[in-house]
């Protein structure tokens, strides 16, 4: 036995491996049952990375072999026609499949439910009794704390009492602390957030009324605004959509109508992005350096990095109010119908085509993509190019990839002791990679 291939203690990597999927069964199927809440979630989590890095340790062989043909072949310069491009990324494709069939025979299909974050209940209900909305008889009957945004906390208040609130309210509140620190440069303030959920519900769009907004920190320790409760439950996650062609094409008149309206009112306060030539290549660049200085070596990030550097001039597309994230874990369902868009925190003005973008390979999921453009367009969206959708396709897909190495990097060189970045990385990492070289593969298979 090699002392290169033993830990410190003389443990293989397959004992290792071993020793980490006996504690994620342990996790799942005696701790959990005997949690609910937050602490079940947390076990849910730890004993999703427990597998991911049992998967890691040794992984399947064949996926092993295909990447380290990729690696062998990157030394040939014929790489770099679009035929050597399409042979690794397809190589690269297979291996990523092969590695998702792996991890989904481990620990199975389940959706994922994220943790909660505290929530100081006597010190809103202190704050809603000197607040005109409440008044000195409001009491906080119960808190739930809700996934949605990985950058703000988000609660259901439940209260009696108040002079002019519902019963049960939402609550979003900016991140403190590292959570605030790490999404300072990604999201938007939630006074901004506030603004465009208002522009976008007095605008026939399907987001929640705004109720109250606190821009001040002293109250909470953090900025907060109250949003009306939706009905309905999250229409899937960021990787598995409601199949449900009726709701695909409601998302798709909402998102159309979301784009058609005029942005004039807006421009002063809401910031640019990801449009022009200029954002598009300097926004580039930045993802670029993230993979080089914190990413994993990946023919696929190369190619796809490249391609788009290659294409960002035939990018077009008029500016529109841009949702951001536009996945199905951000949005509402009830009874099989769209309710609303949760979460603007990333929204801004930009190419209506992220959006797109963003969803498509969910929507591809549920009905083919020409079917969903033209509900899109007849509710009023703008007419894309092919290659627009392309281009803004790979672009959220390598957005993601981005968060994932800059979250690793925030845990393991900077210390953030946060189980949902770790839980980010090990297990929607792999995701990405895969969405990442199927897109590409099909992009590249194209005729020139």
């Known amino acids: 036995m090699s002392q290169q291939n033993t830990t410190i203690i003389g443990a293989t990597p397959e004992t ?4 980490l999927l006996v504690l994620a069964e342990a996790l799942k199927g005696t701790v959990m049952p005997r949690l609910d809440g937050h602490a079940h979630s947390i076990a849910d989590e730890c004993a999703m990375i427990a597998t991911r890095l049992a998967q890691q340790i040794s992984g399947d062989p064949a996926a092993k072999a295909l990447l380290a043909m990729v690696a062998t072949n990157g030394a040939d310069d014929t790489n770099d026609t679009n035929a050597g491009r399409l ?15 792996e991890a989904k025979a481990l620990f199975g299909e389940g959706l994922h439910n994220e943790p909660a ?3 100081d209940r006597q010190r809103f209900e202190n704050y809603l009794q000197q607040h005109p909305l409440g008044g000195r008889d409001t009491c906080i009957v119960e808190t739930t704390m ?3 945004g990985r950058s703000k906390t988000t609660t259901l208040i439940t209260q009696e009492g108040a002079r002019d609130l519902p019963r049960q309210f939402v609550l979003r509140q900016d991140g403190t602390g590292a959570q605030q620190e790490f999404t300072k440069e990604l999201v938007r303030p939630i006074a901004l957030e506030y603004q465009i959920m208002a522009f976008a519900h007095a605008n026939g769009i399907k987001a929640p009324r705004t109720l109250l907004l606190e821009a ?3 109250p909470m320790g953090g900025a907060f605004m109250a949003i009306e409760r939706c009905a309905g439950s999250a229409a899937g996650d960021m990787f598995k959509p409601l199949k449900s062609d009726r709701y695909a094409l409601e998302l798709a008149a909402q998102l159309g109508q979301l784009h058609s309206r005029p942005v004039d009112s807006l421009a002063a306060t809401v910031p640019m992005r990801s449009s022009t030539e200029a ?4 926004e580039l660049a930045g993802m670029r350096e993230v993979h080089q200085q914190m990413g994993t070596p990946s023919r696929t990030v190369d190619i796809a990095l490249d391609w788009m550097q290659e294409n960002i001039a035939k990018v077009q597309g008029p500016l529109s109010l841009v949702h951001g994230d536009m996945a199905y874990n951000n949005t509402m369902a009830e009874n099989g119908h769209l309710v609303a868009f949760l979460d603007w925190e990333l929204s801004h003005l930009g190419n ?3 959006d797109l973008g963003f969803v498509r390979t969910s929507i591809e999921q549920v009905l083919p993509w020409p079917q969903f453009m ?4 007849a509710a009023g969206g703008p007419v894309f190019s092919p290659l627009t959708i392309d281009f803004y396709t790979l672009w959220g897909q390598m957005w993601l990839y981005s968060i994932t190495q800059q979250s690793r990097v925030g845990v393991v060189k900077h210390g953030l002791k946060d189980i949902e970045l770790v839980h980010y990385c090990a297990h929607f990492g792999p995701v990405i990679m895969q969405r990442m070289a199927r897109t590409l593969e099909a992009v590249l298979g194209k005729p020139a």
Not at 16 to 19: K, L, P, T
Not at 87 to 101: C, G, M, N, P, Y
Request: overall charge positive; proline content about 0%; glycine content about 2%.
């Open 374 to 377: 033209a509900a899109y367009e």
């Open 146 to 148: 809700l996934s949605g």
């Open 16 to 19: 290792v491996r071993s020793y």
């Open 352 to 354: 209506a085509a992220k």
């Open 216 to 218: 001040s920190t002293e």
């Open 117 to 119: 974050r505290a929530f």
């Open 87 to 101: 042979r690794d990324v397809s190589a690269e494709r297979r291996a990523f499949d092969l590695v998702e069939t």
């Open 279 to 282: 954002q598009l290549s300097r």
